[in-house]
């Protein structure tokens, strides 16, 4: 053997690993947030007035950015978050640059909080409060999509009118409902109080008084979580089957999936006797004008017996029109009886037999293909919440019950789906990797003998 | 003159009356979610929250068997412009419809009840455009057990079962009168809870009865272990059959391997 040949086999066993490793680690990698996921934008005042104590002696900024901290550390990590401060590099002297000193330290992503942390920490007191020039920056970072929400906080009234931070304020809101601006008062005056309820109001927020820094964490913690209260679609991933018989098994739990107009989910839950079947299916419109277009189409969800019967019993089907309103999210629940026993217990029940039950989500355009011409083809989120009642107590759990199988078909766009692990192409490879480290090994072993 | 006139609408703005809903007193500020998922869970009281333009807010109660959820919403809407032709007019936002709807544990909108016999569980808030407010009342069906849903002959097609109710706020714009700019209201919610609480679980299955005699056919998949293959009456499942290729494939991987460095070695021995 040569030693380009002994090279290549360690190439090969090293590709291998590679192979693997990518295998292992692609579950983990990051993904772009979900369209309509909301963002916000902090605008923190860091001007020269921020260096006075708070009153509880401490530095009104060193005040201001644990609050920043504090709030950073207690929203979801992958919340879309920005930090931009005004004042804090430039003398209040000359009044331009003074009043152009606003910058992005945080840019909005999700968050790392060392980073951010390090950012926040890093600006000091200094300069003017140039209140509009960073509101109108501010607006940019938000980009034009989405909810979006900014926050300012300000100790003082904007010291480099015209233009106003009010008026600037109505131009940003004149965006549309999904930008608001939010005002708190940090130990302000009455003047400040008076500009920054006008900015609020204008953008379409409210304002809040701080007059201490545990005050101000309360409020920055308060309008975050009003600003994240869009109905961000929430789940495991998954994709049901196409019909019965591919029908993906779940376990009890939350879930989250993707349905174009006119097609159908399928899932599989296996019961017990004397377990019954609890489901609810919500859909997401992902834009708020979705009611506009597709006020005809109609959801239904249905439990189905292994029999593949849908039986015609109360409350284990509904359906009705998913997106009546604006802004608006119904639900859809379906109920099967106990398993096997009492009034089900006789075999000509519907709900007699313990096995394998179907929970069936179909979503129905209207004939004129409203529903599926308002995305363009794309996916509507739907939200599957599946109980066992009667199962350890009922309480629900992915971790209860037959685990997730792996679905049939691909996955649609933007859902990943955990219910396809590595795992087989894993083992595959594996083997194939042992194959060729087990030549490599014996061809290193031959030629050592030969040596 | 341009910037006058925009201080002079700033001005106007200001000048708005005070809001027409008092906060009361004992209201106990919240933040309701912006999902079923993260609703927030509340007991009787009265609470003061806000509801944005285009935006539903769930907050969710838990209720027991007996028990009945009455929630009142008001919600201050001094601060819309209901003139048409004042300043800071918007349409969108003085044509706004309000929503409160009750929903049942399943997430189900009670009042969609194809018998209407819950229609008391949604309300449109009502006001006159220029009172500054508007109000309205949701009432929810009497939780009912779940052995009296399950076990009966219960004849309404939602589940008004034990468990944790959810209540919307919806501030609705529409197509015809779309909100262009916004606005975030204050909302004061007044929960009631009526009557006693009385136990009831969906355990009591487990008390009822199987059947007389073993059912001859469809044997209790759930217990027994999973097929591997398909049969005439059941398909295989193919995530059973692609892990047992993968198994297949990494013995063979490793037995490969093995009689490789077999081969290879006594090859040379042979040499």
Not at chain 1, 112 to 136: M, N, V
């Amino acid at each position: 053997m040569d030693g380009g040949g002994a090279k290549l086999r360690v190439l090969a066993a090293l590709w291998a690993a590679t192979c693997v490793a990518a295998l292992v680690a692609t579950p983990a990698s990051a993904q772009s947030p979900p369209a309509g996921t909301p963002k916000i934008l902090l605008a923190f005042d860091a001007s020269g007035s921020m260096a006075a104590d708070d009153g509880a002696g401490t530095p009104k900024i060193e005040a201001a950015q644990d609050a920043a901290v504090d709030l950073l550390g207690s929203l979801p990590p992958s919340t879309q978050v920005g930090l931009r401060v005004f004042g804090g590099t430039k003398p209040s002297r000359p009044i331009g640059p003074a009043c152009r000193d606003s910058s992005l330290v945080l840019p909005i992503g999700p968050l790392d909080r060392a980073q951010a942390e390090q950012q926040i920490r890093s600006f000091k007191a200094k300069g003017r409060t140039p209140i509009a020039y960073a509101l109108e920056h501010a607006a940019g970072d938000l980009g034009t999509s989405g909810p979006r929400t900014i926050i300012l906080v300000s100790d003082g009234k904007d010291t480099c009118q015209p233009p106003s931070p009010c008026q600037v304020a109505q131009r940003i809101a004149k965006g549309g409902v999904e930008m608001r601006i939010q005002a708190i008062g940090f130990n302000v005056d009455q003047e400040a109080r008076r500009e920054l309820k006008c900015i609020a109001q204008a953008g379409g927020g409210v304002y809040t008084d701080a007059d201490n820094a545990q005050t101000l964490k309360e409020q920055l913690r308060v309008l975050s979580t009003r600003a994240l209260r869009q109905y961000v679609p929430k789940g495991k991933p998954v994709r049901g089957g196409p019909s019965a018989r591919q029908a993906t098994a779940i376990a009890p739990g939350r879930y989250l999936d993707g349905m174009l107009p006119d097609s159908e989910r399928w899932y599989a839950v296996e019961l017990r006797r004397g377990e019954t079947l609890k489901a609810s299916a919500s859909w997401i419109p992902p834009r708020r004008d979705i009611a506009d277009h597709a006020q005809l189409a109609r959801g239904s969800l249905d439990i189905v017996t292994p029999s593949f019967v849908i039986p015609d019993r109360q409350n284990s089907s509904s359906g009705g029109y998913v997106f009546e309103r604006r802004g608006f999210v119904s639900g859809f629940g379906a109920v099967s009886r106990p398993i096997g026993v009492g009034g089900q217990a006789d075999a000509d029940q519907p709900f007699s037999q313990p096995g394998r039950y179907y929970i069936k989500l179909a979503l129905k355009d209207s004939s004129s293909k409203d529903l599926f011409n308002a995305t363009g083809g794309q996916p509507y989120p739907v939200e599957l919440a599946v109980e066992v009642l009667g199962r350890h107590g009922g309480t629900p759990g992915p971790t209860k019950g037959p685990q997730p199988k792996a679905p049939s078909g691909p996955t649609p766009a933007g859902v990943a789906s955990p219910n396809e692990p590595p795992a087989t192409a894993l083992l595959i490879l594996i083997g194939g990797g042992l194959a060729a480290l087990g030549f490599a090994g014996g061809a290193a072993l031959r030629r050592r003998r030969a040596s | 003159m341009r910037r006058a006139l925009g201080t002079l609408a700033v001005a106007a703005a200001l000048a708005l009356p005070a809001p027409a809903l008092a906060q009361s007193a004992t209201a106990k500020p919240v933040v309701g979610g912006g999902s079923f998922n993260t609703a927030r869970l509340l007991g009787p009281g009265t609470y003061s929250d806000t509801v944005a333009a285009g935006e539903t807010v769930y907050w969710k109660v838990r209720l027991a068997k007996g028990q009945v959820l009455r929630v009142k919403a008001t919600v201050d809407t001094s601060q819309i412009q209901t003139d048409p032709l004042a300043d800071g007019y918007d349409r969108g936002l003085a044509n706004l419809n309000y929503f409160l709807d009750i929903f049942s544990p399943l997430r189900e909108q009670l009042s969609e009840e194809s018998g209407g016999a819950y229609d008391e569980a949604s309300a449109r808030l009502e006001g006159s455009p220029d009172a500054g407010a508007k109000a309205g009342t949701a009432t929810g069906p009497r939780v009912l057990g779940f052995e009296q849903i399950l076990a009966t002959d219960y004849n309404e097609d939602k589940f008004p079962a034990p468990g944790e109710w959810y209540v919307s706020l919806n501030a609705a714009d529409s197509a015809t009168f779309p909100a262009d700019v916004p606005a975030e209201l204050p909302v004061e919610l007044d929960v009631e809870v009526l009557g006693q609480p009385q136990a009831s679980s969906a355990d009591f299955a487990k008390a009822l009865p199987g059947p007389q005699k073993q059912q001859p056919a469809s044997p209790d998949t759930s217990s027994g272990p999973e097929r591997l293959f398909a049969t005439a009456d059941q398909p295989a499942d193919p995530s059973l059959t692609l892990a047992l290729v993968a198994v297949i494939a990494l013995v063979g991987g490793l037995a490969l391997g093995a009689l490789a460095i077999v081969v290879l070695g006594l090859g040379r021995r042979r040499t």
